[in-house]
């Protein structure tokens, strides 16, 4: 295994567009080495933390929360008090993602009894489309209290 990389390679390898890579120097993310030509020299340590950000990019971490909490630097000694903030950080993005899941969830949920109300319809899935539609109209209402009473029952038999 080589030592070093060049912008190139790193891009081949990893997948990377090299404009992807020369934002990430500029920004401070992850910034390489450079050569006497100031050509960059990516490590096998730059490797692998351009790999942790493309998964925590999968994982929806923005940029922003990647550079602000996770410092993709080796560090000497490892701080427990930055251990516990990066940890909790961590903690509240799981419960954010199972709020999204959730909400996917009920989402798939009502299209699935729409298509079905669609395929083979009749007064008994119609009215399970209208239970399904009601609850999720009303878990809208009490995110947005705009939303007038009357319209979550508009839709009754």
């Given at each position: 295994?080589?030592?070093?990389y060049?912008?190139?390679?790193?891009?081949r390898?990893?997948?990377?567009p090299?404009?992807t890579?020369?934002y990430?120097?500029?920004?401070g993310?992850v910034?390489?080495s450079?050569?006497?030509?100031r050509y960059?020299?990516y490590?096998?340590?730059?490797?692998?933390?351009l790999?942790?950000?493309?998964i925590?990019?999968?994982?929806e971490?923005?940029?922003d929360e990647i550079k602000g909490?996770?410092?993709f630097?080796?560090?000497?000694?490892?701080?427990?008090?930055?251990?516990?903030?990066?940890?909790?950080?961590?903690?509240?993005k799981?419960?954010?993602?199972?709020?999204k899941?959730?909400?996917?969830e009920?989402v798939?949920?009502?299209?699935?009894?729409?298509?079905?109300?669609?395929?083979?319809?009749?007064?008994?899935?119609?009215?399970?489309?209208?239970?399904i539609?009601?609850g999720?109209?009303?878990?809208?209402?009490?995110?947005?209290?705009?939303?007038?009473?009357e319209?979550?029952?508009?839709?009754?038999?």
């Amino acid at each position: 295994m080589k030592n070093f990389y060049s912008i190139q390679e790193v891009s081949r390898i990893l997948g990377i567009p090299k404009d992807t890579l020369r934002y990430y120097d500029r920004i401070g993310i992850v910034s390489p080495s450079r050569d006497d030509n100031r050509y960059r020299k990516y490590s096998k340590n730059d490797l692998i933390d351009l790999m942790n950000i493309q998964i925590m990019q999968y994982a929806e971490f923005s940029l922003d929360e990647i550079k602000g909490k996770f410092g993709f630097h080796r560090m000497e000694n490892v701080d427990p008090e930055y251990c516990q903030e990066v940890a909790a950080f961590l903690e509240t993005k799981n419960a954010e993602m199972r709020k999204k899941i959730a909400h996917l969830e009920k989402v798939s949920q009502l299209l699935d009894v729409a298509a079905e109300t669609l395929r083979d319809f009749n007064q008994e899935s119609d009215q399970r489309l209208a239970e399904i539609v009601r609850g999720i109209y009303q878990a809208i209402r009490k995110k947005e209290p705009g939303i007038s009473e009357e319209g979550c029952h508009g839709h009754q038999d």
